[in-house]
């Protein structure tokens, strides 16, 4: 199966920062099949970035997927308070399906 | 508005069984892959395993940790997909989700299932 690492495990950043965060693939995604979301405690996760790159409906463009074969990262340019949350990737091109082990971004 | 509703949650002692349900509307349901994805306290996000659409063939996939315990299934009729879980763990105990879609594009609120004695 496809692994994926997220780095950094905590991202400590103030309201109005830039977050960029990273997920590496252990083999080339095929086609780019990755998704972003973000999880906050009590909530249903939210699908953020899909295609590593393409919004899903009625996400802010302050978030911005990026990258192909085994990096991809998602940049928030200007962090809003809600923002602050736990963000997973996952791969979708190859079953089973994988997800990151997730990158909490903390209010510094 | 797409909403998923799960339920038949709750506690189960190790080697039972219990089977989700998960009730989809303001979608196509027979369209849709169903997935069911869960998280362990602590832990991350876990795939558990899907079901395609009929249009797709209906196959389902799972997780190698699920395969041969869990039976994922559909019915259009009803616009509700099941997640039927057998010879149950306690590694098993999670909230789990039930998604739409192949990059799992909207989720239910999801549902405790504690395996204990």
């Known amino acids: 199966e496809i692994v994926l690492t997220q780095s950094p495990a905590t991202l400590s950043l103030s309201p109005g920062e830039r977050a960029t965060l990273s997920c590496g693939a252990s083999?080339?995604?095929?086609?780019?099949?990755l998704a972003w979301y973000q999880h906050k405690a009590g909530q249903a996760p939210r699908l953020l970035i899909y295609g590593a790159s393409s919004r899903a409906t009625g996400i802010p463009d302050r978030f911005s997927g990026s990258g192909s074969g085994t990096d991809f990262t998602l940049t928030i340019s200007r962090l809003e308070p809600e923002d602050f949350a736990v963000y997973f990737c996952?791969?979708?091109?190859?079953?089973?399906?994988?997800f990151g082990g997730g990158t909490k971004v903390e209010i510094k | 508005e797409v909403q998923l509703v799960e339920s038949g949650g709750g506690l189960v002692k190790p080697g039972g069984s219990l089977r989700l349900s998960c009730a989809g509307s303001g979608f196509t349901f027979s369209n849709a892959w169903m997935n069911w994805v869960r998280q362990a306290p602590e832990k991350g996000l876990e795939w558990v395993g899907r079901i395609k659409s009929k249009a797709n063939g209906g196959t389902t996939d799972y997780a190698a940790p699920v395969k041969g315990r869990f039976t994922i299934s559909r019915d259009d009729s009803k616009n509700t997909a099941y997640l039927q879980m057998n010879s149950l763990k306690t590694e098993d105990t999670a909230m789990y989700y039930c998604?739409?879609?192949?990059?799992?594009?909207?989720w239910g609120q999801g549902i405790l299932v504690t395996v204990s004695s």
């Open positions: 998604t739409t879609g192949w990059y799992l594009d909207y």
């Open positions: 083999q080339s995604l095929s086609s780019s099949y």
């Open positions: 996952l791969q979708y091109g190859t079953s089973p399906l994988t």
